[in-house]
């Protein structure tokens, strides 16, 4: 008879992103994320060979699950459709969120990757490349160095500093926070070569 195991990878990844959104990522330990599960510490390892392993799935669903909700506006070339589908984002997926505007991937990747995860966190980046490539192309802009660092400011970087101090402060996105994030965007577009 084959036994049924009592933890899986979701509550091993939830628990991950709980414990960096209350401390940080150096609060999100295998054994802080054993503890909070409930688990030994031997089933965490079973599932993934090291914290980075862990700590890379929880970036890749934090940063699929925004990518999910934008980039079908920007496959669309709607830049202020896809601001606003990443506030509402934010306030739908606080704790997602947290863990990837408040931190960067190295803060909460700390060494080399399995390649599969690798692989899926390289096809994200590629992705929201191309569709920055496509908004640039679609707005008759030219495809430079400088032009794809303004773009990405006006549709994450921009309106991500407008909500980091709510997100700090475990608030939710008011809408002066969401009109700030979308002022951004449009203006930051105006000034593309």
Request: a neutral charge.
């Amino acid at each position: 008879m084959v036994r049924k195991a009592d933890f899986d990878q979701d509550s091993f990844i939830n628990a991950a992103i709980e414990l960096v959104t209350l401390g940080g990522p150096g609060a999100a330990t295998m054994s802080a994320i054993a503890r909070s599960t409930g688990a030994p510490t031997g089933s965490l390892y079973h599932r993934f060979p090291s914290r980075t392993a862990l700590m890379g799935a929880a970036w890749l669903r934090a940063l699929g699950s925004l990518c999910d909700h934008i980039l079908p506006q920007l496959a669309q070339n709607k830049p202020d459709q896809a601001v606003r589908s990443l506030t509402r984002w934010t306030q739908e997926n606080p704790s997602f969120a947290r863990l990837i505007m408040l931190y960067e991937e190295s803060d909460i990747i700390d060494g080399p990757l399995p390649e599969e995860l690798h692989q899926k966190l390289a096809h994200i980046h590629q992705a929201l490349g191309k569709a920055l490539s496509s908004l640039l192309k679609s707005l008759d802009k030219k495809l430079s160095p400088g032009n794809m660092a303004l773009v990405n400011f006006a549709l994450f970087d921009g309106p991500i500093a407008a909500m980091k101090p709510a997100l700090r402060g475990g608030q939710e996105i008011s809408a002066p926070c969401m009109n700030a994030a979308l002022a951004c965007c449009q203006a930051t577009l105006k000034i593309l070569e």
